[in-house]
């Protein structure tokens, strides 16, 4: 039948140049989170749509780098270009997508401030994260106020005046770090 064929196409279409619906939706929410926080502090964000994190973790990963970098954030890759896109568009900013791969035991990793800031988001594993505005002391001993666990599904917003410290991680954990920048 002719018109089933194009209704495959359309389908395929879809596909590949939209976002699926949780991934829209975690699009949404972080605009959202990032829209209203912005200067204001940080923020820790789960999304709604249960199936978000599941949708995520689907995404095909670039492979981690070798031990030497095993810390070192990986471009994301062309599969995470039209997320990033669409949450640029809605903040007008760039968006530059990276994962973060960190191993059990891995020693504490630090995330440098971003121009207009920077998402985190625990696809699998958890670990601490300690924030400190940039310029300051780290943050001490586990009772500092802006010191928390991130687990698998919460999702970070860092303003661009803060650095965050990764550490505790008794699992294999992979990270989303999506980094904002202002648009020309």
Request: proline content about 14%.
């Amino acid at each position: 039948m002719p018109g089933q064929g194009q209704e495959q196409g359309k389908e395929k279409g879809k596909e590949e140049g939209a976002l699926s619906r949780p991934i829209q939706s975690y699009v949404e929410e972080l605009a959202l989170c990032v829209e209203a926080n912005g200067t204001k502090g940080p923020a820790l964000l789960w999304p709604e749509e249960p199936t978000t994190l599941p949708a995520l973790v689907k995404l095909p990963r670039p492979d981690p780098p070798e031990p030497v970098d095993a810390a070192a954030p990986v471009p994301g890759g062309p599969d995470t270009e039209p997320l990033a896109a669409e949450l640029g568009r809605r903040l007008r900013r760039r968006v530059h997508p990276f994962y973060r791969f960190l191993s059990a035991d891995s020693p504490a990793t630090k995330g440098e401030p971003s121009g207009s800031g920077s998402t985190v988001t625990v696809l699998e594993g958890a670990c601490r994260c300690d924030l400190t505005r940039a310029g300051e002391d780290p943050a001490p001993g586990p009772s500092h106020p802006l010191g928390m666990r991130l687990r698998s599904g919460g999702t970070l917003f860092v303003p661009p005046d803060h650095t965050y410290l990764l550490s505790e991680i008794h699992a294999p954990t992979t990270l989303l770090e999506l980094h904002l920048e202002e648009a020309d």
